[in-house]
């Protein structure tokens, strides 16, 4: 099951999605590998303006995926604050 909700997110989101190379977030229960998609506001071909935001969201499956959530992580790239992602959140 996982193995396909993975072939299908590959297939719509293709080179946007990638492996996470980096470690984990300490809380995390994940297993397999971490992925991550950069999430920019900039419409494609279009020019940013000087206040440019970027973040990426990290993802990766629980153990007992699809009974507990995945792991999911937003985290600023460019531009926004950790108070700026929480409020994003809530």
Known sequence: EQAMELAALEAILMDDLEVFDETNPDDWDAVGNTYMVLIDPTEEGE??????KLMELLFAHTATYPDTPPC?????VRGLSD????????
């Open 83 to 90: 108070a700026d992602i929480a409020a994003g959140l809530a």
């Open 72 to 76: 999911l992580r937003l985290r600023s």
């Open 47 to 52: 020019e940013a303006e000087g206040d440019e």
